[in-house]
């Protein structure tokens, strides 16, 4: 039989998660695996390096599908910051349960090992990225070691957020995950509570106009 030559990485992405599930395993090597799916190993390497960067791969593919999603919303472009990233949540989770099993087993294989963390690399770069251009307001510091420790300082909070999100959505044994997306307006909405720098700004005024006075009057 002739070797299938128009493979895609979708092609090969959807076997792999297809293979992993149906054996509880990865494929023994790349050899065997494009072996049963009747097409050349090079085909395989002209796409991905290896099993794990397939892994890789398959969440940031989560990432990317839920941003294009969005972008096709007409009140996604209108919204702000906050509801914006409550749009990503429920996008994202949606996608991740679409393929439920899969994030299952894969997140539980290697939730104990340093592999897991490389697993979700890609993911967390494109995640911190979008989260420094949504615009959440912060305080001008005018200051510029201290403003990237800040801004560095929201990613990684808004990147274990996430993965916290992701945890409670792994133990979640609610009907259509609805305690998840309690879960996620809750805590989106608390972290944009404690982010509100409208108090802390009018603390600062008040301080810059009492200072003033002062000063006038002495």
Known sequence: MAKKKNITKHDIITWYMAYVLEHGHNPKTVFAFSKEHNFEEAKFYENFASFESIEKDIFETFFSNSIAALNKSEDYKIFDARNRLLSFYYT???NLTANRSYVVFVLNTYKNNLKGLKMLAGLKQHFTKYISE???QMLDIKQAQLE????NALKES???QLLVT???WLEDTSVSFEKT???IEKSVN???DVLDIAPVKSVLDLGKFLFKEKF???
Do not use: R, S
Not at 148 to 151: A, P, T, V, W
């Open 92 to 94: 994202f989770f949606e």
């Open 190 to 192: 608390t972290t944009f």
């Open 148 to 151: 990237k420790i800040q801004d």
């Open 166 to 168: 992701m945890k409670f």
């Open 181 to 183: 997306d309690i879960f």
């Open 134 to 136: 949504l615009g959440i």
């Open 158 to 160: 808004a990147w274990l």
């Open 216 to 218: 006038q009057m002495n």
